[in-house]
């Protein structure tokens, strides 16, 4: 163990040491470019070609529902069984993929289940490139270039995302019906294909020794871990379900023109643009601000009559989200020393997983009624709130003494929820695995001698 | 004339060389369906294994039968009356009838045998858990042997007619037996009485 430590930190200063060399941060930081723009093109395309294409809101709720879960489910298995050292094959191989899948699915609008199959697959694919680029640049970058690193990205993913949005507003507004589509997802395939190749640069010693940097660490560093991701996952969904019933509140219920509703997407992406190096090194206890703009949101959105207002709520929330994930960063970025690189980056790809799966659940059982959404996000975004409040001790207005014992509760209920949830799911995947093998014999056996039949009536039986 | 018994042999050959063709393809098919049954046993094997099969039949059959080794078993059997047919039509396509005709009466006996077993075992765990007088045991007994010689008589040899009427004299003796009993077994308290 104590060899262990040694060598990743041996492993780590060695990194640091050689500079991580500014061709590597630059080369993370134009991956962030190139492929925020692939991106905001395809997750922004996908659904509106669904629509197009006569899929309902509830069938894309669904969708996103199966992807989640499949997502989660893949995460679990990297997490439990997969290897933990990431290569620059893997890491390319993973990335490549994603790009493919999401290129596949114009052409698969003819068969439906097809289709929601290769988009399930393909937002699934998302988690593995996710979680080996975490890893990556945890393992890459530590303490403040590790913050600044991800400060650098967000910027230059939201102003490409911003291109993106441009991009596909435009060719929407003057492309041809029937190809604006495909032309879309073969230029969001062409940058995606250039961001692989950008991936394929990258330095290959930076990836050496990352399977020696998993471990367990102590029950401190534990309960830190697995709080953060709860806080991580009850904020997030808060934000997506926000997203899911903004647009509709302004236009159906306020009745705003469209450009106010396409201003708040573009007002939260500019935002973030700024805020970025706002957040990048503010003092812990600042974060508090941005979880109790980003809890309160959900009420503020739902009671302010004036449209115009929403676009600077917009631009606040857009402040707000990335302070949070900063904060979720800076988590991370110091859990690495305790839990390892490989979980810290699991753990930080997985939590837009399940906030996805859980938003979307949430989002299809009760979207025939927006202000539930509304009430929903608000008591997620609160209970976010009220866990950082009480258990993380740099965020606290308890006594330390309490945020610990808080901090130990919530982390001893979230395991025992984890394994019960854990085992429900797995005996329920091996009843459904053994029905599936058994029928598949039973099929055998049908075949052969339904054969057998058929060859005593031929032959004259 | 030529020595017979070299002419026989020359015969024999030239017949063994119009064959062989067909009897190597034999072979051929026959290592084709052993290597399919090898590999689909393990495969099932691996399976069962695998998703712990037998484990949803435990509380029904309680190691008395694996319903592993049952579809291995269901599975190979299948194959190889396959390869059988396969072989013939290759080899003595004129004896498929035949063929069928033998599988179907090897299938009556072994149904036959089932059923006999399936009674046995049936009457055993009906004696066990009824408590029952030694009169009456022997009286299902005789039922169950009754039932059986019925079902041995139409798989055997002799003439239709002769079988109809054994079976029919059996039937109706066996309902008059039925008869007789369930009055005396109802209402022997009135006889005693009378």
Known sequence: MFRKKILFMQNKVGLAGFGISRFTFLSFSTEALIAGFYVAITRSITPIFLVANGYRLEDILSINVFAGLFSLLLGLLLYKHGSKAISKPKLLITYTMERILWF?????????????????????????????????????????????????????????????????????????????YLNLYETAFVIGMLSSAIVALTPANIFRNTKTMIRNGNLDAEAKATNSF?????????????????????????????????????????????????????????????????????LLVSFTPQPELHILLA???????????????????????????????????????????????????????????????????????????????????????????????????????YNLAVYAMSESAKASLRIIGLSLMLMLLFIIYRTIYYVMIITGG | MENPVLEALQLTFEELVLFLPKILFSIGILVVYVLIALIITKIVRKTVRFLKIDEIFKPFLKEIISISDLIVFFVNLGLALLAMYTLTSILLPEYLHALTSIIEYIGRIISIVFIIFFTFILLNSIVERVKMETKMKGFMLLMTLFIALILIIDVTAISEEVKASLTWGMSLGLGLVIGVFAVWYFFREHFKGG
Do not use: C
Request: overall charge positive.
């Open chain 1, 104 to 180: 596949t699915i114009p052409f698969m609008w003819g068969n439906k289940l097809l289709l929601t199959l290769v988009y399930g697959l393909a937002i699934a694919s998302t988690l593995p490139t996710s979680i080996y680029m975490q890893t990556t640049i945890l393992t890459s970058f530590n303490g403040v270039s590790y913050r600044r690193i991800v400060g650098v990205r967000s910027v230059l993913g939201a102003f490409s995302s911003i291109l993106g949005h441009a991009y596909v507003v435009l060719t929407l507004a003057m492309g041809a019906d029937g190809s604006k």
């Open chain 1, 230 to 298: 709860i806080l991580l996952v009850t904020v997030i969904s808060s934000y997506t379900l926000l997203n899911m019933a903004w647009t509709p509140r302004i236009m159906n219920d306020l009745e705003a023109p469209d450009y106010i509703a396409a201003s708040i997407g573009f007002a939260q992406t500019a935002a973030s643009i700024g805020s970025s190096f706002f957040w990048i090194s503010r003092n812990t206890k600042t974060y508090r601000i941005a979880l109790v703009l980003l809890a309160s949101m959900p």
């Open chain 1, 315 to 417: 631009l606040i929330y857009g402040f707000s989200v990335v302070g949070v994930n900063m904060y979720a960063a800076r988590i991370y970025g110091d859990l690495v020393s305790e839990i390892g690189v490989f979980r810290a980056g699991t753990l930080l790809a997985s939590t837009s997983s399940l906030a996805l799966t859980l938003a979307s659940i949430v989002g299809f059982m009760v979207s025939a009624s927006p202000p539930m959404v509304f009430l929903i996000s608000a008591l997620l975004g609160a209970v976010g709130l009220s866990i950082a409040l009480t258990g993380f001790p740099e965020l606290a207005i308890v006594p330390e003494n309490h945020v610990q014992l808080y901090s130990k509760i919530m982390y001893q209920t979230s395991i025992s929820s």
